[in-house]
């Protein structure tokens, strides 16, 4: 099959290459020989889907019988197929300028090396001093052994008891519960790795309490994470979103990512739906809901029918309910309703809630792919070009011409990108127009290679979210920071495969969170948990941080270089 398939290639080929000179005369025969490569095209991929799929039937069919299955070997990263990473093609070159490291390395102390004076010369005259800054660090134990004094009154009948100072509660001083943190959170350690680490520097803690230092009562920690959060979303009108899987107790859930150049946030959720989505942009556990006008111009769009929607209109109307409360009356008085539909409404009233409530801050516009469940969330999209991009990269070609067609539609692709780059930062009416144009002549030009010019349009129907830039050009043209924050937790649930309970779930949320965000800030997350633990204040909330950093950036300050 195969070897009939690269002889029409070759013939369909030669045709194309005959009729080339002949131009508009022979066109019906070249539009005849186009229909013929793109069969080839179809068939070929037809083929390479039968091939893969007869070999996990082998694979099936070794296991049952006690074998193994054929590896799953990946090539090697320069010629590996399924590499679909655009950095190459849409990053220009830069001009790397290397800076002086002993400009950030902070002097702990400072000592005078002397020359031995008898075998100096007699002339010899002193020039000062040459300075050379060595990194180093010191780690072993500092254990204390507290004696507090304890006072008794027989008048009041009561002890009096010095207290320990912040951050020693509990067997354990402030310096191993943020060493231990940091390791974990901050540098993706294993619990057993940590306790191997901590017995080699002569520290006796058992697995349990470990366990329990690093998942169990971090209420302030939890609270400081919703403030950052909700400072975040305050801080820009629009956000990155992500999504990436993650286990719990041996059960799929989904980790949710928003963020911006200020901060980052986790949040696990049961399901990845729309609904999820909402409680994750309400940092809410339970919905709330709504009937009212933005509801039914949410139905309109859903093509709820008719009947459902004055049906709807008979119950409770600007009225706030819960969850439970809604569905009950769903029940109640519309109990033939379809699921499919139920779900649509509940979709519809909880996104009213969302956007009439003032207790938390709304997000004006999403910086996301084009999944369904991040639709009519907000007022506007933002489609990642990196995302759309990536969809071309997947196409692969098996006849030479449009293999040629692919790569000089790449090559317009992001040179189109760069063009959008280049008017984020000197944008114009004149220019927004020009890019406009340009848009539609790159994407609704036949290509003759059918699978790709399907591709094209359907980037053709997503104009409005790929090009909203031109009416804020704030707004990023990808969603790398959600992504690359979504692959640090997916790294972090490689090494420790994934956590058993809600509670180590949550902890995990909220520490991750407090890392990626104090990063972001330049500060160290290290000294950021000894700080919080020994309650010494040094480092201000950080909530107050970016509130302070968005300021700046309404002042023309850029945050992050595409």
């Avoid at 069919?61 to 197929?81: A, M, S, V």
């Avoid at 509801?295 to 049906?311: G, R, S, V």
């Avoid at 007022?379 to 995302?387: G, K, S, T």
Wanted: net charge negative; hydrophobic share 35%.
């Amino acid at each position: 099959m195969t070897q009939k398939l690269d002889s029409s290639k070759k013939w369909g080929e030669e045709i194309l290459q005959t009729i080339e000179p002949k131009g508009i005369a022979d066109e019906s025969m070249r539009r005849t020989v186009e229909i013929l490569l793109n069969l080839i095209e179809q068939l070929q991929a037809e083929v390479k889907e039968l091939l893969a799929e007869n070999q996990q039937l082998k694979d099936e069919n070794n296991r049952l019988k006690g074998e193994k299955g054929q590896p799953d070997i990946k090539g090697n990263k320069k010629g590996f197929t399924n590499n679909h990473s655009s950095e190459k093609e849409r990053q220009t070159p830069k001009k790397h300028n290397k800076g002086s490291k002993n400009e950030t390395i902070k002097i702990n102390r400072e000592q005078i090396l002397e020359y031995p004076l008898e075998l100096l010369p007699a002339d010899a005259e002193f020039k000062g001093y040459q300075e050379v800054i060595i990194q180093d660090i010191t780690l072993g134990t500092d254990n204390v052994l507290f004696r507090k004094e304890k006072y008794y009154s027989p008048s009041v009948g009561k002890t009096y008891l010095a207290e320990l100072p912040c951050g020693y509660e509990g067997e354990f001083g402030p310096g191993i519960k943020a060493l231990v943190m940091s390791l974990y959170y901050g540098g993706n350690m294993t619990q057993g790795k940590l306790l191997e680490f901590l017995e080699d520097i002569g520290i006796s803690i058992s697995a349990g309490y470990l366990s329990n230092l690093l998942i169990k009562n971090h209420t302030d920690f939890e609270s400081e994470k919703d403030e950052v959060y909700a400072s975040g979303l305050e801080s820009s009108h629009w956000q990155h979103f992500d999504q990436t899987g993650a286990r719990v107790g041996g059960v799929n859930y989904t980790t949710n990512v928003v963020c911006n150049p200020l901060y980052t946030i986790y949040l696990t959720t049961a399901k990845k739906d729309r609904l999820s989505v909402v409680k994750v942009l309400q940092n809410a556990t339970e919905l709330e809901l709504i009937l009212n006008q933005l509801t039914d111009n949410l139905l309109e769009t859903f093509q709820i029918p008719t009947k459902w929607k004055n049906a709807l209109k008979l119950l409770p109307q600007e009225t706030v309910l819960s969850e439970a409360e809604f569905n009950a009356l769903l029940d109640t008085y519309l109990p033939k309703l379809g699921s499919q539909h139920r779900t649509r409404i509940i979709e519809a009233a909880a996104i009213a809630f969302y956007h009439q409530q003032t207790d938390w801050p709304v997000v004006q516009t999403l910086v996301c792919d084009d999944a369904p469940q991040f639709k009519l969330l907000t007022d506007n999209i933002a489609l990642c070009w990196v995302h759309e991009g990536r969809h071309y990269k997947k196409l692969t070609p098996y006849v030479a011409c449009h293999q040629k067609a692919l790569d000089k539609f790449l090559d317009d692709f992001w040179d189109y990108y760069r063009d959008l780059l280049a008017y984020k930062d000197a944008p114009s009416q004149q220019m927004a127009e020009k890019l406009q144009s340009e848009f539609w002549k790159l994407f609704d030009t036949k290509s003759g290679y059918q699978q790709l010019d399907e591709r094209k349009q359907l980037t053709l129907l997503k104009i409005s979210e790929l090009l909203l830039v031109l009416e804020h050009p704030e707004l990023p043209l990808h969603n790398n920071p959600a992504e690359l924050a979504a692959r640090t937790m997916v790294q972090r649930r490689n090494i420790s495969y994934a956590t058993q309970t809600l509670e180590g779930t949550k902890a995990w949320d909220t520490f991750m969170s407090l890392v990626a965000t104090t990063r972001q800030l330049g500060i160290s997350f290290f000294e950021y948990i000894r700080d919080r633990i020994s309650h010494v204040g040094n480092i201000p909330p950080l909530a107050t941080i970016i509130l302070e950093k968005s300021v700046l950036n309404s002042f023309g300050l850029s945050w992050l270089p595409e």
